[in-house]
């Protein structure tokens, strides 16, 4: 059975980008009318106060802070995200830390697995004292606020018959929208 297209039954579909149309549009460009862009958009209160990382893991106000934010999941790509921050320690930048910051979903035995595999990579590239794991926060734009890096992994994994990806993360438009 031919699989039938969102476009066909529909007079306008709303998508929050042009490569999510032209992902849709592949192979019928002729549904690429029926679409409107709205981007993603965030609400940031005003005056965030950056969240005082620094003073809470005894680092030197003169540092600078790389963090990539997110639940643990193996989508996000962390462990990309520590192999760029052992490359970057291995080039005598002492000066830099970096966090990654969240949780898992309650019962997520994968997302526990992949949380102890990229805590062993972190261990094992004597990276202890530069890169924490702080588990979910509530403060997350605070915390953002005070990143002078935010980073945003993600990778595509193959799962099965098809394959996982992260898509767009929100924590991207709230950083942007933080400065």
Known sequence: ??????????KKVIAVSNAVVNAFCKERPFYRD????????VEIPENIVPA?????????????????????????GYEYFIKAANIISNNKKKDV???????????????????????????????NDRCFFTGFREDVLEVIKVFDVLVVPSVVIKKGGGVVTEGFGRVAVEAMALG
């Not at 059975?1 to 039954?9: E, K, N, S």
């Not at 005082?52 to 680092?59: G, R, T």
């Not at 990579?121 to 004597?126: D, G």
């Open 97 to 127: 830390f970096f966090f990654i910051i969240g949780g898992i979903s309650h019962g997520d035995v994968e997302g526990q697995e992949y949380l102890e595999m990229l805590k062993r990579e972190v261990n094992e590239l004597k990276l």
């Open 52 to 76: 005082p990382l620094k003073k809470e893991y005894n680092l030197p106000e003169n540092v600078k802070l790389v963090g990539a934010v997110g639940r643990i999941d193996s989508c996000k």
């Open 1 to 10: 059975m031919p699989r039938i297209h969102i476009g066909y039954f529909s």
């Open 34 to 41: 029926k679409f409107i862009i709205i981007p993603n958009a």
